[in-house]
Nanobody, 115 residues
Framework: QVQFVESGGGLVQPGGSLRLSCAASASISGIANMGWYRQAPGKQREWVAFILSGGNTYYRDSVKGRFTISRDNAKNTMYLQMNSLKPEDTAVYYC?????????WGQGTQVTVSS
């Protein structure tokens, strides 16, 4: 069972940037659809972006044009470049496949956007 470990979060001012990384414990080359999710305080977890093995990407409307998802199958790693961050992007960010693998959730990485 693959496990995911997220890193790269932190405290950033509005308008700032962060790059999140997702390291998998096993090969992700066979996982057709990988994604980033987030959960803000008091809210349900939501999807942020997906990337298919062929490179097609999908973003929720609120992050389009600001976030970029990418994957490196050779390194079993996925990334999320986040630019022009807004306070509403504050959340714990997770990575997983789509559909999710229940046992694969990591601890997430906290992203806080605040002045």
């Amino acid at each position: 069972q693959v496990q995911f470990v997220e890193s790269g979060g932190g405290l950033v001012q509005p308008g700032g940037s962060l790059r999140l990384s997702c390291a998998a414990s096993a090969s992700i080359s066979g996982i057709a659809n990988m994604g980033w999710y987030r959960q803000a305080p008091g809210k349900q977890r939501e999807w942020v972006a997906f990337i298919l093995s062929g490179g097609n990407t999908y973003y929720r409307d609120s992050v389009k044009g600001r976030f970029t998802i990418s994957r490196d199958n050779a390194k079993n790693t996925m990334y999320l470049q986040m630019n022009s961050l807004k306070p509403e992007d504050t959340a714990v960010y997770y990575c997983n496949s789509n559909p999710v693998r229940i046992g694969a959730w990591g601890q997430g990485t906290q992203v806080t956007v605040s002045s």
